[in-house]
């Protein structure tokens, strides 16, 4: 990603239409260097059998903090629904997470989980029972971008521009991924992410640790260089 121009096309390599470095947004789990070998979770991701459930660093090629700095890591995604919460910083969630401690961020953490809520419906100025309707006719979405196919939504009566919609969903992003000057991590919980690649911020692919070029062998993944 060091060697693009900002608005190159990354459809081409298999992302979402209309991505480009620019826009381009990650969930990022990351170990210290000399725990590499923790990455072969990928492993264990990869097995319907075993539950995951994992922190992440929601990051752009701007604006990439991690949990404790750290470098390399796994590049994840993630249905929507298996998202269980984000927030502008750490939330200091510790170690060992199941399936219950999502079950619990779900329904418990109100704070992480309402905070893009919370700015969208500002934005619109949404009732929660506006908000809702919104989200039932969102559901089916991938993208924001798909919304660029849409002149108005109606909701509950009131017409608003599907433009209007996409920069609220927009500017709500920008809020958690941008730590609000912060040195510290933004933290979105995932449950049963699929990994993608693996994640690499350094400028060269000569600065990738031979056990992360292991890891990329034995998984067939690639590494994602995204730069310091």
């Known amino acids: 990603f060091t060697k693009l121009p900002k608005n190159f096309d990354l459809s081409k390599y298999g992302f979402s239409p209309n991505t480009t470095p620019e826009n381009l947004r990650l969930f990022v789990h990351v ?9 072969n979770t990928v492993e264990d991701l ?7 459930y994992l922190c ?47 079950s619990s961020a779900l329904f418990e953490f109100d704070k992480y989980r309402q905070f893009s809520v919370n700015l969208i419906k500002q934005k ?22 798909q919304l660029d196919n849409m ?17 609220a969903i927009l500017q709500a992003d920008e809020e958690i991924i941008k730590l609000k000057g912060s040195s510290s991590h933004n933290e979105v919980n995932l449950y049963t992410p699929k990994v993608n690649a693996l994640i690499a911020k350094v400028n060269s692919i000569d600065d990738v640790p031979k056990k992360l070029l292991n890891i990329s062998k034995k998984y067939d993944l690639p590494i994602y260089i995204i730069g310091k």
Do not use: W
């Open 31 to 39: 170990v210290p260097e000399y725990t590499l070998e923790k990455l």
């Open 151 to 167: 002149s108005i939504i109606e909701i509950k009566g009131r017409i608003f521009g599907a433009k209007d919609i996409k920069k």
């Open 56 to 102: 992440a660093s929601y990051i752009s090629l701007k604006n990439k903090n991690t949990y404790g700095a750290s470098n390399f890591g796994m590049s994840l995604e993630c249905e929507n629904i298996n998202i269980a919460n984000a927030y502008y910083k750490n939330q200091s969630s510790g170690n060992e997470k199941s399936f219950t401690d999502f």
């Open 46 to 52: 990869s097995n319907p059998n075993h539950e995951g």
């Open 124 to 145: 619109l100025n949404l009732t929660d029972e506006e908000y809702i309707e919104l989200f039932t006719k969102l559901q089916g979405l991938k993208y924001p971008s």
